[in-house]
């Protein structure tokens, strides 16, 4: 699941960018805030960019039920080699040796956070700071 999380998340970005492309640059201003908010909330891929990020973090929601914070989350990152892969792919954007050296620093995190393992019993327990704490009256 935390792989579903992660393709949409990247998915999502996609998506809200191919929006942005086809809105092309803008400035907001006083004078043009109302349209331009309307321009982009209304752009077919912006709409399915959110939604798809809204499927994204419920996903997420639901994996977080189930491991720990400190599992879960880092494997987002490897969003971010997912989203480098389509904006060299299909936005034809540009890379250096700087994202490369960046892409395997996360793989290399994420496989020791991997080793780490998700101690699954850990989340099911509440933070001790969430809890409620019983008053003595």
Not at 42 to 47: E, L, N, S
Request: aromatic residues 14%.
């Amino acid at each position: 699941m935390i792989l579903f999380v992660v393709t949409t998340n990247a998915l999502s970005q996609t998506f809200l960018k191919q929006g942005m492309v086809a809105v092309g640059k803008f400035d907001l201003t006083t004078s043009n805030a109302l349209m331009t908010v309307l321009k982009v909330g209304f752009q077919p891929w912006v709409i399915v960019g959110l939604a798809t990020m809204a499927v994204s973090m419920a996903a997420h929601l639901w994996v977080l039920s189930r491991v720990p914070l400190t599992f879960a989350f880092p494997f987002i990152a490897l969003s971010y080699v997912f989203v480098l892969a389509i904006g060299y792919f299909v936005f034809k954007e540009s890379l250096n040796i700087n994202h490369f050296i960046g892409t395997f620093l996360i793989i290399g995190g994420l496989v020791f956070i991997g080793f780490a393992g998700d101690q699954s019993s850990a989340a099911a327990e509440p933070v001790a700071l969430l809890q409620e704490t019983p008053q003595n009256d």
